[in-house]
């Protein structure tokens, strides 16, 4: 695809296929928002899976080409679902839509510019079965050159310790390293491990934990749900899990969205949640005090890396 140089392998059957035989029906839902041309590959990716049983594409708003290409590929496509017609409802409140349009036990959530690597819908599956409820498993988000992307698996997100990472003094000050929340640089687990959040760019929940939980909290329009719907598997005595050999590579930033108006709502979401998990009175006034800086700093982020594109 025309400026698109993600390395994509052609499928080939996994050997952790025998266990899913019987398996539960898996739906894999995806939220689409001008997504570009990445989406036509990613879709690609997910029908070329045989384990995938239903793809629901939950168009929160596509250009008249995309639409079509959306429309004809539905038609074509039994195990498509396309949802329309709602407008951009914001990402939490479009995939409960998904979900709940869905018929699968198993749901899988993936990003329109993820493209999933052979054996990780099974990976998943595989890691969710059996575990305690609730549970939520994440992929290995990789860039385009398999590095592990920034976000992949984090830490604990707390003002604290996004305070300290974004200043990069958890990295340099040894007392501090535990409030490190980026973790991707640190060496990857040969298996499943516990990690405190996962990437919402690819992970499954079984349809009862995700029904159990209301889904996400859809006070998030953009960014930081994952965040929350982790933070609240956990509060419920329930696994958050990554699974590195369910690989996903994730492109990021090719939404025709402006950059400003993303970082703004992602300023928004991580204000609400350290709002929303603020346990006693000190804490939410900590909380509503640091709102609005966190916002302005959000908001900054892409006007700094304008300025410095130009710069260079």
Not at 103 to 123: K, R, S, T, W, Y
Not at 267 to 289: D, H, P, Q
Request: hydrophobic share 45%.
């Amino acid at each position: 695809m025309n400026g698109i140089a993600a390395p994509i392998v052609a499928y080939e059957p996994s050997p952790t296929q025998d266990f899913l035989k019987p398996r539960r029906k898996v739906s894999v839902v995806m939220v689409v928002y001008m997504t570009g041309e990445a989406l036509e590959q990613s879709l690609h990716c997910v029908l070329a899976d045989p384990l995938v049983d239903e793809l629901v594409v939950v168009d929160n708003g596509s250009t008249r080409t995309e639409a079509a290409r959306l429309k004809g590929l539905a038609e074509r496509d039994g195990r498509v679902r396309l949802v329309v017609g709602h407008g951009n409802v914001g990402f939490a409140r479009g995939a409960n839509l998904g979900a709940s349009k869905a018929h699968g036990d198993v749901l899988v959530f993936l990003n329109p510019d993820a493209f999933l690597q052979p054996g990780a819908i099974a990976e998943l599956v595989r890691a969710i079965e059996g575990r305690p409820a609730p549970c939520i498993v994440g992929g290995r988000v990789l860039n385009a050159d398999r590095t592990e992307q920034r976000g992949a698996r984090r830490g604990d997100i707390t003002p604290m310790s996004a305070l300290l990472s974004l200043s990069h003094l958890a990295q340099h000050v040894p007392a501090w390293r535990r409030y490190e929340v980026h973790w991707e640089n640190d060496t990857a687990p040969d298996a499943v491990a516990a990690v405190p959040t996962i990437s919402g760019a690819c992970f499954c929940m079984r349809r009862e934990d995700f029904n159990a939980l209301d889904g996400f909290d859809e006070g998030y329009f953009l960014h930081v749900e994952d965040v929350d719907l982790c933070w609240r598997v956990r509060q419920a005595g329930g696994d958050v899990l990554f699974q590195p050999k369910a690989e996903v590579i994730h492109l990021g930033h090719t939404s025709h969205a402006s950059p400003v108006r993303v970082e703004f709502h992602k300023g928004v979401g991580l204000a609400r949640y350290f709002r929303k998990r603020a346990e006693n009175l000190g804490e939410r006034i900590a909380a509503w005090l640091l709102s609005p800086l966190i916002v302005c700093t959000a908001v900054a982020r892409p006007v700094m890396w304008r300025f410095r594109g130009r710069a260079a």
